[in-house]
DNA sequence: TCAGGTCTGTCCACTTGTGCACACAGGACC
DNA sequence: GGTCCTGTGTGCACAAGTGGACAGACCTGA
């Protein structure tokens, strides 16, 4: 929290997170004294659980955060990706409670932050404002509601390809996800082995190709049609409810 | 909601539920004159999706309901229970939004309802009011997380016995479950056979017994022991973020 | 009391995913 | 140029879960 500061007033040196992007003229006018932009690296950690939830972080760029819920054996399973079009951090609880999940910078860049308090107080002040953080939660929890009944019922094939789409829709990146298989495996909460044999049919049929640390996506096309509807159906929901706030060709979710 | 209206102002004449009975006197006298309670079938659905949600439902009682995510083949998928802990509608979008999943009471019994705009209204004039559900909120979030995570890495069996508990706990029925095989596959997202071959183990061990339509419990420490923790890890943050809100004798998730 | 519908138990062949093991490849560092 | 470490490709035995099939059990209603 003690990067440079951007308290920009102008539309175009706003952080590039739409949620702070649309906000009206007025309201982003409340948040911007608090907002400070900084650099974070992958694999830090936002909050663990039971930390004191006091600071909303927004993806900007091409930065991506991840939801982790701690398991008895120690390991993590992730849930869901928030990139530039959300945020993560007292979204839902509007703060000082304790963090029920991990969330961790997946993908590194700069994140735009505000205190809680102030946010809500700026919420006060503006209806419309607390309009669209309200709308987005409702976004991000259909978003987990999604991801639960993604994770009963597809493959991990499909989850596989779901999960790239998603990441490269958010970063901006078209050709390449920095990944080990390991990790992809982790996140996917499935073995390492199965996790390559997966990539290693996709190879096969053209769709990517690996590279050590990351992988490269050879035909978008093909990995939409082996991925599950599941992108969509949230896409559709956060164009719905934030109509008028994000505009049709920024539209992000997944 | 045009049944039977229940305006009470004392404890003892409160819905049976624990985020309405945990109400300061103020705060319930705020919600008490547009709280309406009536009786609720099994199956009913309460919302759709698209549907504009604009009442709010507490469950009473040993009525339980359970939010459903459509699928591409029709098939719906189970994500979490809602029984007397808690309410379901606008809980985190404040209302006037098309619904993302279905809403359907899985057991019937009495609900309370109020209009999101009537809660919306006494939320506003009482902070304290609606801290307890930003509270809530968070804590139904926990669940959804945990439920993510429960189906990327449990098993069938787990879950079924995670589901069979967090089901008793909110009926307060200790030794049956009503539900058929087919049921307990469709919530579960397996298929029927499978589910039938879980139970069928848990019989031989002694867990549970087999009715037609429903299950019967007969060594609840058995299922226990056989369960996830996930209805665990959901029940402490229960306790922790509504602590002062509801005793601990009734706390209640999963 | 018989018929018909639904629910249950079980069989089987099959696919998906696990967990471990091991050889080898790609970089980084000296 | 070698060393070491991490990451990758693949083989194997096994466990978990699928989906269709079918016989029999239970319940209801005529």
Redesign the interface.
Known sequence: MDARTSNATEIDSRPINNLLRRLSAADFALLAPHVMVESTAANELLYSPGDDVQVVHFPCGPSLAT?L?P??DG?D?E??LVGREGAVGGI???GY??A??RICVKFGGPFARIHVSKLEAAKQRSPSLRHVF??Y??CM??Q??????C???HSIEQRTAKWMLAAMERTGDESSVPLTHEQLATL??VGRSYASRVLQSFKAEGVLDTRRGSILVRNREGLRLRA??CNEAVKM?FE??LRGVYPTEEREAG
């Open positions: 939801f819920v398991n008895e390991r399973v849930t869901i839902v609880s509007e409670l304790p029920y999940t309200a709308r939660a409702d929890l259909a987990i509601f999604q991801s639960t009944a994770n009963a019922i996917l909460g599950c509807l929901h719905e409810v």
